[in-house]
């Protein structure tokens, strides 16, 4: 399994970015995948978890803001990052439990400035 995360970036608060995660080898359709971040000097926390069916899960600190989604077709999943703050920056990774194993993939930094 391989998970590859991108559309990480410099931002400025208040700004917006969408971030992707392409999955290998895996089948995509029914699965639920998940969006986690780790601030430095932080744990890694669930950002988002979106289910096979689409129904979606958010962190309380990103709810009304971040909007997780995927396309099966496309074997993707996605955030759309909207009003920005400067607590949002970190690395983020896309994230798949698959046959009782972590799948994480590599990481992509967003860092939002104040």
């Known amino acids: 399994v391989q998970l590859q995360a991108s559309g990480g970036g410099l931002v400025q608060a208040g700004g917006s970015l969408r971030l992707s995660c392409a999955a290998k080898?895996?089948?995509?359709?029914?699965?639920?995948f998940a969006w986690y971040r780790q601030a430095p000097g932080k744990q890694r926390d669930l950002v988002a978890r979106?289910?096979?069916?689409?129904?979606?899960n958010y962190s309380d600190s990103v709810k009304a803001r971040f909007i997780i989604s995927r396309d099966n077709a496309k074997r993707a999943m996605y955030l759309q990052m909207n009003s920005l703050k400067s607590e949002d920056t970190a690395v983020y990774y896309c994230?798949?439990?698959?046959?009782?194993?972590?799948?994480w993939g590599r990481g992509t930094q967003v860092t939002v400035s104040s």
């Open positions: 994230y798949v439990h698959h046959r009782s194993r972590h799948f």
């Open positions: 979106i289910s096979s069916g689409g129904s979606a």
């Open positions: 080898g895996i089948h995509f359709g029914i699965n639920t």
